[in-house]
């Protein structure tokens, strides 16, 4: 027996209709300007892959810099930051490989300088590539994480970074008073022009792991007698806490700094947006290593696909409010992008 048709209500009148709008009101653009390209450099001839982060390699100080580089400048990725992996010889508990001026990351960022003077060099400013207990500061034989000792430390790292050329030093270790200590000892040795981009709120995450992997810089035990943390929670800060990040970014603007960063990116969009609302400083998002890692590995699965995916998720970096994404995924972005007939659409 045919069925009575379903009675239903007429559309509202006027009917609004977001969905004739959809291309042309495009609120937030990606493209490869908007990023940071993380570099991690050793001492070899050759690049090694890391494991827990596919199409990611430790490039050689000779060639592979030296190519990435130029590969990701043809793309439009003008901006990187630099990583060095210290040989165990070199690490100290006191990090002072840190400062050497013909350390890895000294002379990387004067190979780049040369030969691609317009490209941007940011870089890391903290011991933990240097110091053979793995921490961002330096540890007393008790287990504390000298937080006054270290800035000096990391000052001097600035400066000898500047030295070598670099356009913006960004300090990772989240010791307390650091911006401020670091801009001083960069305009006291005639670096003005020499910006920083503080990780101002940076979490103790469990993101990290794939690149401590790649530099080898995990907190290790150390000699007997000796304490050390086996995490970082005493100075990067508790995932918990939304509030304490805005303490830290006016810290860090009292304090100089020029770019103020958010750590890990994905899980951490609220905060981005947080900062964003509470200050007029550009913000930067790094989607860390643990992040490339699950995109990479559900796209090897054939689970997402990978292209779709990683464009969405950058795009959303700047929805939340970053003006700048440090991301391994940079050159494979830019790739893309150049590739798509209409590129601005993601
Ligand atoms: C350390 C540093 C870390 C990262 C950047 N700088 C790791 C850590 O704090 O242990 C992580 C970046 C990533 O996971 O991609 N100074």
Partial sequence: MARSPTPYPPPPSPLPRPQNFRRSIRENFLGPEHFILPIFVHDDDKN??????????????????????????????????IFPKTPDNLKTSTAEEAFNPNGLSQRTIRAIKDKFPDIEVYTDVALDPYNSD???????????????????????????QA???????????????RVGAIREALDANGFQEVSIMSYTAKYASAYYGPFRDALDSAPRAGATGRVIPPNKKTYQMDPANLREALREAELDEMEGADIMMVKPGLPYLDVIRYLKDNTTLPISAYHV??????????????????KDV????????????????LTYYAVEAAEWMAGDAMPRLY
């Fill in 48 to 81: 090694v892959p890391i494991s827990s982060m596919p199409g990611i390699e430790r490039l050689s100080f000779d060639n592979g810099v030296m190519d990435y580089v130029a590969k990701a400048k043809s793309l439009g990725v003008n901006q990187v930051v």
């Fill in 134 to 160: 793995g921490h961002d500061g330096i540890v007393r034989d008790d287990g504390v994480v000298l937080n006054d000792q270290t800035i000096e430390y990391l000052c001097r790292q600035a400066v000898s």
């Fill in 163 to 177: 030295e070598a050329g670099a356009d913006c030093v960004a300090p990772s270790d989240m010791m307390d008073g």
């Fill in 289 to 306: 290593s643990g992040e490339y890692a699950m995109l990479k590995a559900a796209a090897e699965r054939g689970w997402l696909n990978e």
């Fill in 310 to 325: 990683a464009l969405e998720t950058l795009m959303c970096f700047r929805r939340a409010g970053a003006d700048i994404i």
